[in-house]
T-cell receptor, first 112, second 115 residues
């Protein structure tokens, strides 16, 4: 069964605007971690931000923040003040135990 | 600052050939992983090694074998390559198994084509 769902195959945003990338997940384990990775066209996977299931506050890392709604099982990534260099694939992932499950990804394109 | 190093970066094989993808990390991490990435499907776990001396199957292990040579190195072997194994392969490592707050650090990937 699909554990991580990213419903937006592609998104466009104007430079300097904010954008939200959606992610929903499915788990019955009370302890889990949620991650977002960025994959630019060069192909490497870059870790962006982490949210733990017991964290009371939403995670933030610079221009990245995670809108964590535990009851709705959603962990949306918010990128503020988009830059051209933000154009990439973005993957949401969940870790319950040792392995990590990834969503299918969202391709973000930032327009000048 | 090497992090996770994968070799080779590109490879073309014929159906039935064998090959080994190499992965090494210099972060003293305990856990290592092999993923494949296919278009539209995100990353799927092939095998992982929670610690030196242990390996376990992931979501898509068929057609692959792995070896955790030492704490640094984790190799993935295709014994008889098939066109369905054409993919981009990523190796990753993380500090501690079983703790959900540990991010995985990825290599740059190996682009493998099977003709």
């Amino acid at each position: 069964a699909q554990k991580i769902t990213q419903t937006q195959p592609g998104m466009f945003v104007q430079e300097k605007e904010a954008v939200t990338l959606d992610c929903t997940y499915d788990t019955s384990d009370p302890s889990y971690g949620l991650f977002w990775y960025k994959q630019p066209s060069s192909g490497e996977m870059i870790f962006l931000i982490y949210q733990g299931s017991y964290d009371q506050q939403n995670a933030t890392e610079g221009r990245y923040s995670l809108n964590f709604q535990k009851a709705r099982k959603s962990a949306n990534l918010v990128i503020s003040a988009s830059q051209l260099g933000d154009s990439a694939m973005y993957f949401c992932a969940m870790r319950e135990a040792i392995d990590m499950r990834f969503g299918a990804g969202t391709r973000l394109t930032v327009k000048p | 600052n090497a992090g996770v190093t994968q070799t080779p970066k590109f490879q073309v094989l014929k159906t039935g050939q064998s090959m080994t993808l190499q992965c090494a990390q210099d972060m003293n991490h305990n856990s290592m992983y092999w993923y494949r990435q296919d278009p539209g499907m995100g990353l799927r776990l092939i095998y992982y090694s929670a610690s030196e001396g242990t390996t376990d199957k992931g979501e898509v292990p068929n057609g692959y074998n792995v070896s955790r040579l030492n704490k640094r190195e984790f190799s993935l072997r295709l014994e008889s390559a098939a066109p369905s194994q054409t993919s981009v392969y990523f190796c990753a490592s993380s500090e501690t198994p079983g703790l959900s707050n540990q991010p995985q650090h990825f290599g740059d990937g190996t682009r493998l084509s099977i003709l």
